[in-house]
């Protein structure tokens, strides 16, 4: 009777438990370990009473009709390309259609994006008419600079080490304003992060691409751009939308979803679904402590017992991934990207309060553009009221996120995240939305949560430090240890998602779980060799039911 442990509750981990519950042989005996006294990880909604809340309230005021709902992380997802597909597959299956919401492509939160700069903030244009009729002060450089990029002479060297910085590829490709302004600000958006120190290569891997195959990022973007999907992804997505392509079609063509109760819904349904199969164990307020191999089979050891299992899947971060393995392990690179701190304030005024603004929300450039911002470490503010309606009893409320840190943690505050004070990161919020947008009447609703060691940081070299984790762990670990989570691809929701579902497709199809026919990393796409990342061309009767059961 083979079992795999899966180490981690978020939502890679949870992901990766329900894949293996739908597709792997059901004698298969699975344990989901976690170390807090809740699944989700940084996903999380709360319904909230009036007041200041220094923390996440432990219980929800779901029957409150005053209340209001804060996210804490994720408030919504994208419904594109292959993850969107699985992220929608999965909706469906976990029987969650009637608590979506939508955002269409046309609603002003989809089509209105914000910069501030040089005092202002700028609306950045959505469509081709509004470029010719409305030029905002921040595209003042930018199409000059766009017409000149093709016929910039590509730097791509092809070697396996061809990585720089966002900051110098965009720099390099336009100018120093676009790396700054715009893309400085998507990528505090994004990552929270420093476009001066993050990969090219694996941030913004269609920039990247787009040079490397047609020599140009503006060519590869009238043509469509390098396709990112693998044989392997395509399938998948065509599978998950053939149930009812109808549905699908329409989902997809919405700029983001989210639901009624907020994000944590899905990890919820995730959790109840787990707990309804019996070959799955939750565990959870059970930190792990140690990882060893043991012969065939891996030893797990928690805080309360030791657990054995023919083959470990890791959706831990990569930094508790070390901790873990350090003392009997050589894995290497597991600590070398940074994890940046966030403290996100969610704020909700009166309805006599009017926002000026009918969009998404507004992102802050790189502290080193020629026009600093007012109110340093602050990475953007995002406007739920606008963003997600339809998630509270009175939808009157303005609501508003503030992001606040990342890689700027110390030009806000001048302590470590735990020794900061929740009432502080508040003030700081108000002082942002005074100063940026003219609001200075106090929030009824307010809750602040200090989000340590929250995003990772892929920085320059990152894609050829997996390949030589993947390597190692071939080696060390052969047929006992995977990888999977945000350390490693991706940091979005539908990708984590994603990514988890190809690593139990690609362990149940090659026999890894069983026969071991084959050793999987989780970190396999970062070979070089093309015949190692396509599918093969012979399809095995457990590819077969593989496909068939998903």
């Known amino acids: 009777m083979p079992s795999v442990a899966v180490l981690g509750g978020g939502i890679s981990g949870l992901s990766t438990a329900y894949y293996l519950a739908r597709l792997a042989p059901r004698a298969t005996q699975i344990t989901l370990i976690e170390r807090s006294d809740r699944v989700g990880g940084w996903i999380r909604s709360r319904r909230v009473e009036p007041g200041f809340h220094a923390s996440c309230p432990k219980t929800n005021a779901i029957h409150d009709e005053n209340s209001v709902l804060f996210e804490s992380g994720p408030r919504s997802l994208r419904p594109v390309g292959t993850s969107g597909a699985v992220v929608l597959e ?15 492509k046309s609603d002003p939160s989809a089509k209105n994006r914000y910069i501030y700069f040089d005092g202002s903030i700028n609306t950045l244009p959505s469509s081709l008419p509004s470029l010719l009729f409305h030029k905002p002060p921040i595209l003042k450089h930018v199409i000059p600079s766009v017409l000149r990029e093709p016929f910039v002479r590509s730097a791509r060297t092809g070697k396996e080490d061809d990585d720089e910085s966002l900051y110098s590829l965009v720099a390099r490709r336009f100018n120093e304003h676009v790396a700054l302004d715009l893309v400085g600000s998507m990528v505090h958006g994004i990552y929270a992060g420093d476009i001066k120190t993050l990969s090219a290569r694996s941030n913004l891997k269609m920039l990247y691409e787009n040079e490397r195959v047609y020599g140009s990022v ?7 751009g390098v396709n990112l999907n693998s044989f392997r992804e395509r399938g998948i997505a065509a599978r998950a939308r053939k149930e009812d392509p109808d549905w699908f079609a329409t989902m997809e063509n919405m700029s983001v979803i989210g639901f009624k109760d907020g994000t944590e819904t899905l990890t919820e349904q995730l959790r109840g679904w787990l707990e309804q199969c019996e070959n799955v164990t939750i565990v959870t307020e059970e930190p792990v402590t140690k990882l060893e191999v043991q012969g065939s089979e891996s030893k797990i050891t928690t805080t309360k017992q030791v657990i054995h299992a023919d083959h470990t899947i890791s959706a831990l971060p990569s930094n508790a991934l070390d901790t873990i393995t350090a003392s009997s392990s050589s894995l290497p690179h597991l600590t070398y990207n940074p994890f940046v701190d966030v403290a996100v304030v969610n704020l909700a005024y009166s309805p006599d309060i009017q926002l000026k603004y009918d969009g998404f929300g507004f992102l802050t450039p790189h502290p080193d553009s020629k026009y600093p911002v007012p109110v340093p470490g602050t990475l953007g503010v995002v406007f739920d009221s ?8 009175k939808e009157d409320h303005v609501k508003a996120t503030v992001m606040i840190g990342g890689h700027q943690w110390y030009s806000a505050f001048k ?20 100063t940026y947008l003219g609001m200075d009447a106090q929030p009824e609703y307010s809750m602040v949560n200090l989000q340590a060691k929250c995003i990772p940081q892929y920085l320059v070299g990152h894609q050829q430090r997996l390949g030589e984790l993947h390597q190692v762990l071939k080696r060390d670990y052969g047929h006992t240890l995977s990888v999977t989570g945000a350390s490693y691809w991706s940091v979005s929701v539908p990708d984590c998602i994603k990514n988890s579902r190809e690593l139990v497709e690609e362990l149940v199809v090659s026999g890894a779980l069983g026969s071991k026919d084959k050793i999987v990393t989780g970190l396999g796409r970062s070979e070089h060799n093309p015949e190692d990342l396509k599918d093969s061309a012979r399809l095995s009767k457990s590819h077969i039911n593989v496909l068939m059961k998903s």
């Open 386 to 393: 606008n963003a997600m309606r339809g998630q509270d009893i």
């Open 415 to 434: 302590v470590p995240i735990d020794q900061l004070d929740p009432e502080e990161a508040y003030r700081y919020a108000l002082k942002s939305m005074s």
């Open 90 to 104: 999965m909706t469906r299956e976990l029987g969650l259609v009637d608590d979506l919401l939508t955002v269409p």
């Open 218 to 224: 503006v060519k590869g973007l009238i043509k469509g």
